[in-house]
Nanobody, 128 residues
């Protein structure tokens, strides 16, 4: 079974940057596509970004386009989320996820139920 461990969260000022990492352990076939989701207190888990096996397949929520960059290192089995120009509304617990499904496209990868494997989450707080 795939195990995901997210790290890199913390406190950052508005306009600052933060880089999240997610390390995967298990069968590579189960991490064909990976994604980041976030959940603020009292709110639903929302899509942030997703990536296929290679960096040429990337998807972003409109709220983070131009500010966040998703990437992965398949040698290290690690997923990244570079977050720039952070806003207070970015404050949430960020979860990484993985699925063996390929060619799912935006409509598939932007839905939490499409992912079977989840990390424990890492808290990102954007505040002065």
């Amino acid at each position: 079974d795939v195990q995901l461990q997210a790290c890199g969260g913390g406190l950052v000022q508005p306009g600052g940057s933060l880089r999240l990492s997610c390390t995967a352990s298990g069968f590579r076939s189960n991490i064909n596509a990976m994604g980041w989701f976030r959940q603020a207190p009292g709110k639903e888990r929302d899509f942030v970004a997703a990536i296929g096996w290679s960096d040429d397949e990337q998807y972003y929520a409109d709220s983070v386009k131009g500010r966040f960059t998703i990437s992965r290192d398949n040698v290290k089995n690690t997923l990244y989320l570079q977050m720039n120009s952070l806003k207070p509304e970015d404050t949430a617990v960020y979860f990484c996820a993985a699925t063996p499904v390929f060619n799912g496209g935006y409509n598939y990868y932007s839905v939490p139920s499409s992912f079977a494997s989840w990390g424990q989450g890492t808290l990102v707080t954007v505040s002065s």
